[in-house]
T-cell receptor, first 111, second 114 residues
Framework: AQSVTQLGSHVSVSEGALVLLRCNYS??????LFWYVQYPNQGLQLLLK??????LVKGINGFEAEFKKSETSFHLTKPSAHMSDAAEYFC?????????FGTGTSLTVIP | DAGVTQSPTHLIKTRGQQVTLRCSPK?????VSWYQQALGQGPQFIFQ???????QRGNFPDRFSGHQFPNYSSELNVNALLLGDSALYLC?????????????FGAGSRLTVL
């Protein structure tokens, strides 16, 4: 069975500070891992995906994530938070036909 | 290029009623998946349609059914609505031929059951 766990349902950072959103996965096979972002009253938008090509994955809007097999982690980072980054972030793992999402982390950016 | 479009955007039903939600996939996509997102939760997989057949199903009761049409659009039907069915229903599409395994989501249909 595949699953993801997102540690911290709410994260607050100051504008310009480092963003770190945590995700740990459980998968019986080499995983496909994703981060999606959801703005209020919108669907989910893909930030980045890991498909075993490289352990450090760069996404849109300055976000990146590092796949660490030894820690079964896929944490999302951004060096400098912007007000527009305030949103809900979801980590997901897939088995090709089905995605398994975490419960989400709400990011607040303090001016 | 239109993305995934869903209708209606909002609707209110009462317990016991039936609802139909509609989805048009992104141009060029042939596979449609439906997810339920309860308030404060991540999306939960309902089922996936490919070539007009249900290919995979999540842990949802038979009250949830769907259909895919020859133009790849899809419907989600929920019968005998319960209060717990109140949620945002998300449609996502993919191109099975690309191998990219990336979901493109619509904005969702928010269902409230009273």
């Amino acid at each position: 069975a595949q699953s993801v766990t997102q540690l911290g349902s709410h994260v607050s950072v100051s504008e310009g500070a480092l963003v770190l959103l945590r995700c740990n996965y459980s998968s019986s096979v080499p995983p496909y891992l994703f981060w999606y972002v959801q703005y209020p009253n919108q669907g989910l938008q893909l930030l980045l995906k890991y498909t075993s090509a490289a352990t450090l994955v760069k996404g849109i809007n300055g976000f990146e994530a590092e796949f660490k097999k030894s820690e079964t982690s896929f944490h999302l980072t951004k060096p400098s938070a912007h007000m527009s980054d305030a949103a809900e972030y979801f980590c997901a793992v897939s088995d090709r036909n089905q995605f398994y999402f975490g419960t989400g982390t709400s990011l607040t950016v303090i001016p | 290029d239109a993305g995934v479009t869903q209708s209606p955007t909002h609707l209110i039903k009462t317990r016991g009623q039936q609802v139909t939600l509609r989805c048009s996939p992104k141009s060029g996509h042939d596979t449609v998946s439906w997810y339920q997102q309860a308030l404060g939760q991540g999306p939960q997989f309902i089922f996936q349609y490919y070539e007009e057949e249900e290919r995979q199903r999540g842990n949802f009761p038979d009250r949830f059914s769907g259909h895919q049409f020859p133009n790849y659009s899809s419907e989600l039907n929920v019968n005998a609505l319960l209060l717990g069915d109140s949620a945002l229903y998300l449609c996502a599409s993919t191109d099975s031929r690309s191998g990219a395994n990336v979901l493109t989501f619509g904005a969702g249909s928010r269902l409230t059951v009273l």
